[in-house]
Nanobody, 117 residues
Framework: QVKLVETGGGPAQSGGSLRLSCTVSGFTYNTYCMAWFRQVPGKEREGVAAIDSLGSAVYADSAKGRFTIFQDNEKNTLYLQMNNLNSTDTAMYYC???????????WGHGAQVTVSS
């Protein structure tokens, strides 16, 4: 059974930092593309960052220079380091996995990030 479990969400001050983690089980971790998405109620889900099995990462414009996606293959864990947070980063953040970086099959239940000024 595939499971993706996000942790590390919570409140943060504007300008502060948070690190999200996504622990994966049920498939061979380093053969999948992994990604972080986020969604605000009433808006479409948007991609934040993705990293492929070779470690190549891509970022949404909103995340460039502030967020870093990285992974620990030995721990089957994906991370999102978020720095210089602002209120527009407030959202539910989801971890996702897929064979290709344009199609994600597995999703976590999400971790709420709330940034206050």
């Amino acid at each position: 059974q595939v499971k993706l479990v996000e942790t590390g969400g919570g409140p943060a001050q504007s300008g502060g930092s948070l690190r999200l983690s996504c622990t994966v089980s049920g498939f061979t971790y380093n053969t999948y593309c992994m990604a972080w998405f986020r969604q605000v109620p009433g808006k479409e889900r948007e991609g934040v960052a993705a990293i492929d099995s070779l470690g190549s990462a891509v970022y949404a414009d909103s995340a460039k220079g502030r967020f870093t996606i990285f992974q620990d293959n030995e721990k089957n864990t994906l991370y999102l380091q978020m720095n210089n947070l602002n209120s527009t980063d407030t959202a539910m953040y989801y971890c996702a996995a897929g064979r290709r970086c344009y199609e994600f099959t597995y999703w976590g239940h999400g971790a709420q990030v709330t940034v206050s000024s």
